[in-house]
């Protein structure tokens, strides 16, 4: 994405990663690149992978499964969603996302409201780590500015 | 919504309605509340609805259809969505929504992100009409702001 | 698919169309065919069409809609299957579909789920034509041959 | 499902478990009934689990995991399944299938669609167990008796 400045950002854009030491910033980077190779992918020809990190310190690798019937494919970041819920891991510190793109890319709508379902951050502020193919771009959004205004749990029940 | 300042919006939110003239506005309005009762919900109960203005003049009324897999869900506004595009009309001037609720209430993520599929307006400026239950309530929002950043064909294209 | 036998089928294959008139059936093949140009597909260039007829007589066309997420593509047979039901019509007599193949196609897993949803002849026989791309060949199916021992909405009345 | 004949089936049931021996089946079981306790399904309230033995020896737990988006919800067959891709294991030696009911429950069309991608076997007879909420009921049926004529990998390389 040409529009972001990924030196000096400016909201909703952010390239710090407070929410954890350099040292796990450097893990989940290299578990999210890593995680690629995982992709079943062979309609789109296009790998993405998530990495989660749950709050209380877990790794989730997920990546692209795709399926002869288009409507039936899977994103990474709803793998790596899946994987963690079953896993018993509802709360997450941190998602990073990495696509085999010069720039970073943005999950997409699906997988923006599968996201929402397990924010619980408040002001739905969880922090989303977007790398580019080979990590050389970062860059940090929150799951509000993704999906503001979002069709939430709470709205079901205030039917 | 109870954020939402209904009578002195600011942006991302605006009362306007300057792409219609007052009474197309009145019809779509109508239309929209109305194709509510299309609606084949038996699980959520949760009626929504979406009328879509062409490029072309012409309205398309949808409503959700719904699964006993929960999975297989089509929204309101997918259904407008295909229903325009498989008669032909790809270009919206103005899509409309309604939901069975006392405010608001805004497309859900895998929604948007079909609604950005055909969103051809310069800087992703659709204008999407949100009225509560009966209609009282009104607030204009532009696609862009509810899928900011989003992943569309051209993301495909730069691979 | 090489293993059907066009002239003279066997069980769950029939080739006779005794739910309507040979009139009925020319017209019901030719909009099948047609609905394929209907096809918004620029990532499979798989188009594929579905033409309902609903019980009280109607047509109704569908082609399939993609999206830059693959996930969120709609098949034909639902995007009939939508359009048919926010028009009122819960009800189909037959429905047929069409492949840009040189043999016949057979409707994917989520569409066979959402036809259940919407069959109600006994023992859920609703007939599906199935046409090659230019409608030389022909033979017929039921649901529920396609969709044996099926999830459907008593299902979840019996949890 | 009422119609099944537990005790002497015919097919496309059995009641075999060749592919494993006793105590691999017992720990099938075991792990299958155990997972449905993972599902997030405040939607449904239905409770559904999938444990897949890999043709390597590994178990892969899943269950669902819905969404307040309907369409968004991945039931507990798709989620065992991303779960054994990313984690490197796309060929199945059984699936097994529990719901919180009386009787067995079946996959949805959507899952059996994903199910079927990764059906390595000849003639897609992949063994899908199903158990009833408590185990009490088993029945085996293939995918090739699920998703007669499947819609697959090989019919879009022959577009
Ligand atoms: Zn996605
Ligand atoms: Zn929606
Ligand atoms: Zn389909
Ligand atoms: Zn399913």
Redesign the interface.
């Known amino acids: 994405?040409s529009e972001i400045d990924f030196i000096n950002p400016e909201p909703?854009f952010f390239n710090d990663h407070d929410e954890v030491s350099d040292e796990t910033f450097e893990v989940l980077k290299a578990r999210c690149l890593k995680?690629r190779e995982?992709?079943?992918s062979?309609?789109?020809?296009?790998k993405v992978s998530c990495t989660i990190l749950t709050e209380d310190g877990e790794f989730v690798?997920?990546?692209n499964?795709?399926?002869?019937?288009?409507?039936?494919?899977?994103?990474a970041e709803?793998?790596a969603?899946?994987?963690a819920?079953?896993?018993?891991k509802?709360k997450f510190k941190v998602m990073a996302i990495s696509g085999?793109?010069?720039s970073v890319?943005?999950?997409?709508?699906?997988?923006?409201?599968?996201i929402?379902?397990f924010t619980h951050q408040k002001d739905l502020k969880l922090p989303i780590y977007l790398f580019n193919c080979d990590g050389s771009l970062f860059i940090k959004?929150y799951l509000k500015?993704?999906?503001?205004?979002?069709?939430?749990?709470e709205?079901?029940n205030?039917?």
Chains 1, 2, 3, 4 share one sequence.
């Open positions: 994405m909703p995680a995982l992709s079943y062979p309609y789109s020809k296009f690798d997920g990546a499964v795709e399926n002869a019937s288009y409507g039936a494919a899977i994103c709803r793998t969603i899946v994987k819920v079953v896993g018993g509802r085999d793109t010069k890319i943005t999950p997409c709508g699906i997988c923006r409201q599968v929402r379902e959004m500015d993704l999906l503001p205004l979002s069709f939430g749990p709205d079901l205030a039917i």
